[in-house]
Structures are given as C-alpha cells and as structure tokens.
C-alpha cells in the first residue's frame, strides 16, 4: 500500500488544475523555472532525509544509574591469562597471543589507556582486583555467548576497577591464520570485541564495527577496528572525535550508501547554485 505524505513535507506534485494557464513573459518564466528547481530541490532533500540510512554514531558507552562514563582512570590496565583447563580445547599460549593483537588494535586510539597482556598465569577470582582472561571448564553463561566480560565499577565515579573475560569453550573457537570460510570462530576477532568492553564500550549498531555484538564464522576481518570503534572510545575517554588524518590509517572503506548520499548531496548544492544565477 502506498502512504500519503506528512502535511509538514514538501509536496513534490507537478500537476495543474483544469484550465489554461496564462503566457508569462519571459522574465517571469524564468522566475517560475527557478521556483520549481527551489522546490524540486526541496522535495529531493525530505526524500533523502526520510529514505536515506542513518550515517552517524552506533556506539554505546557503558554508564552508571547516575549517567556517568564508564572508564578506567589508569594509564595502563593489565590483563592475564588464567590456568587453562586442557579440556576447553585452548591453549594458554595461544590466548596470551591472540589477546596481545586485540590489545595492539585498540592501542592506537589516542587517550585510550594501554591494555597490557602480562606473560605471567594467574588465578581467576570475583573482586580481587586482578583482572583475568579465562576459559572456565564449565560454561554458565548463557548457551549463546561466545564470551563474556564482567566489570566493577564505582557507582558514583564511574571509576573501573576490574574487569574479567571468560571465553565459551563449547564453541569451535580458535586462532585462524585467515579468512577461511570455515565453521570456526577468530580468537583474536573475539577477544578485541572483549576488550572494548574491558574498556568500558557497549555493543555497538553498526554492523562493521568490532562492537556489533555478532562475529562470523572463519572471519578475521573484525581484527581492525572500525570508525565507530574508533569515535567510540574517543568520547570515552575524553579526546576529539576521529579526523580525517586518523581515520585513513584504519584502512575504512566507504560503504555505496554513503558514496550516494555525498553524490546526491553535491548535486542539490550546485542545482541552487544554478538556480541563482543572474
């Protein structure tokens, strides 16, 4: 079924009524011929307006009952890799690897504190202060995770002051070499997502993102991070949002919606500027 228009839009009908309409004298059509290009420019901006996909921010940040950021204060947050149970199918080593490349993913965001992967084991344990990577022989949160991060933070501050991933050894999860179209999951694509919660980001909407709360199988290419990750953890911890500058060394590419919306945009620009020529 078709829907009708908003009153408040723009109506973008040609129509006349019945009738003849009167000779205009030269200047006069001209006058009219502006009008309607004003017009038809107008209609062409509600209609991008209403049908194009939203460009802009999709990250969350994390915040407390009181609407605080939820962020680490340090300049360094330290993370180790606990005992691992060679029933969960991991290999310590390997997790110590694969969290090393997620930490140096988002080391390159400016302000952002430096994650460390301590070599060095150590236990797992609620409150303690230490913050732990761990595979625990028995999966208690839920079927469906492929990890999880648990954080504490002070309620008032919003301060972080431990964090602890556990990662679901039920799934076929481990370190690909690369994209191989297979039915296991990325540790390193996995873990860089964990610790942007660690960080104290949220899920994310956009569906590039590291944050988007899904990865797929044999996929490593959630490895980068992308611009909403980016601005992401930027607003978190308090620098500008991303430049121009930055945003190249991501490797982002520009999506075909976005290509049309800058085409489009362009092009309404210069049909006023001819409109308004003497």
Request: glycine content about 8%.
């Given at each position: 079924?078709?829907?009708?228009?908003?009153?408040?839009?723009?109506?973008?009908?040609?129509?006349?009524?019945?009738?003849?309409?009167?000779?205009?004298?030269?200047?006069?059509?001209?006058?009219?011929?502006?009008?309607?290009?004003?017009?038809?420019?107008?209609?062409?901006?509600a209609a991008l307006w209403l049908g194009a996909p939203a460009i802009g921010r999709a990250y969350e940040l994390k915040r407390t009952e009181g609407d605080t950021p939820i962020r680490w204060l340090e300049a360094e947050v330290h993370l180790c890799v606990s005992p691992v149970d060679p029933s969960s199918g991991f290999d310590r080593r390997t997790i110590v690897r694969a969290a090393q490349m997620a930490a140096a993913a988002w080391s390159d965001v400016p302000g952002v504190p430096r994650i460390v992967v301590d070599e060095e084991s150590c236990e797992s344990a609620a409150l303690d202060g230490v913050n732990t990577i761990s595979a625990p022989p028995e999966w208690g949160e839920?079927?469906?995770?492929?990890?999880?991060?648990?954080?504490?933070?002070?309620?008032?501050?919003?301060?972080?002051?431990?964090?602890?991933?556990?990662?679901?050894?039920?799934?076929?999860?481990?370190?690909?070499?690369?994209?191989?179209n297979g039915a296991d999951y990325d540790l390193p694509t996995l873990l860089t997502h964990e610790l942007g919660h660690v960080l104290g980001l949220g899920e994310s909407g956009e569906a590039d993102a590291v944050m988007w709360p899904r990865i797929g199988r044999g996929r490593v290419d959630g490895r980068e991070l992308a611009p909403d990750d980016v601005d992401g953890a930027l607003a978190l911890y308090g620098a500008a949002s991303t430049a121009a500058p930055y945003r190249t060394g991501c490797s982002v590419s520009v999506t075909p919606s976005e290509r049309g919306v800058g085409a489009l945009l362009l092009g309404l620009v210069a049909a006023l500027l001819w409109v308004r020529r003497p």
């Open positions: 079924t078709r829907r009708r228009p908003p009153a408040h839009l723009p109506r973008c009908s040609s129509g006349h009524a019945s009738g003849t309409r009167p000779a205009l004298a030269p200047g006069m059509r001209r006058e009219a011929q502006r009008r309607g290009a004003r017009k038809l420019a107008a209609c062409l901006v839920g079927p469906r995770h492929l990890a999880v991060t648990r954080s504490t933070h002070l309620p008032r501050s919003g301060q972080l002051i431990e964090a602890d991933v556990l990662i679901n050894g039920e799934f076929p999860i481990r370190m690909l070499e690369e994209d191989d």
